[in-house]
């Protein structure tokens, strides 16, 4: 049984250049979540996707944009780099029970830098 | 706020002793998790305690859970060089389960 996969592992782009990131969540699992941590920091969440729809949004700008297809894989897009972007993107998936919060997978993530 | 805080933010100890980490929030929740992160890797879950439970048992891992301080504590037993890592914990409440976690405790433990 597959885990959480993610790709790239590793990217490295300029400002202002944009970047897709995508994630396998692990089998039997429909729902996908992002989160961005900067060194040394936590995990911030970025937003959550559910049958396709954005269903829950972090304090992030409209420039982090993702997508989740059919088979529940999903792309996290950011448009017009920043260097303060630089950081690892996790993504994280399970199979919620509404109210009562579930356990979260979470794939390698991929390390961006921004230059 | 749901954010987690842990407390200390770091810990160094030697093998076979004992390290405990706090955490603190400030609203309601569903449930608890703690969270294990090697050297900027992916996220491991240690466990999940509900908001209706107060002790929970995982191999060497202990964790209470005290909804009227709203605070929590992780105890790992006999720690090995291999617990090394950073603990994260991560309350969760409302419908989704959307984690938000803080800065998190460095543990080092040395051989």
């Known amino acids: 049984d597959a885990g959480v996969t993610q790709s790239p592992t590793h990217l490295i782009k300029t400002r202002g250049q944009q970047v897709t990131l995508r994630c396998s969540p692990k089998s039997g699992h429909d729902t996908v979540s992002w989160y961005q941590q900067a060194l040394g920091q936590g995990p911030q969440f970025i937003f959550q996707?559910?049958?396709?729809?954005?269903?829950q949004r972090g304090n992030f700008p409209d420039r982090f944009s993702g997508h989740q297809f059919p088979n529940y894989s999903s792309e996290l897009n950011v448009n017009a780099l920043l260097l303060g972007d630089s950081a690892l993107y996790l993504c994280?998936?399970?199979?919620?029970?509404?109210?009562?919060?579930?356990?979260?997978?979470f794939g390698p993530g991929t390390r961006l830098l921004v230059l | 706020s749901q954010q987690g805080e842990e407390d200390p933010q770091a810990l160094s100890i030697q093998e076979g002793e004992n390290a405990t980490m706090n955490c603190s929030y400030k609203t309601s929740i569903n449930n608890l998790q703690w969270y294990r992160q090697n050297s900027g890797r992916g996220l491991v879950h240690l466990i999940l305690?509900?908001?209706?439970?107060r002790e929970k048992h995982s191999g060497r891992l202990r964790v209470t859970l005290d909804t009227s301080k709203k605070s929590s504590s992780l105890l790992i037993t006999a720690s090995r060089a291999a617990d090394t890592a950073s603990y994260f914990c991560a309350p969760t409440a409302g419908g989704y389960n959307k984690l938000i976690f803080g800065a998190g405790t460095r543990l080092a433990v040395h051989p």
């Open positions: 994280a998936s399970s199979w919620p029970r509404r109210g009562l919060g579930e356990t979260q997978y």
């Open positions: 996707y559910y049958e396709e729809e954005e269903r």
């Open positions: 305690i509900r908001s209706n439970e």
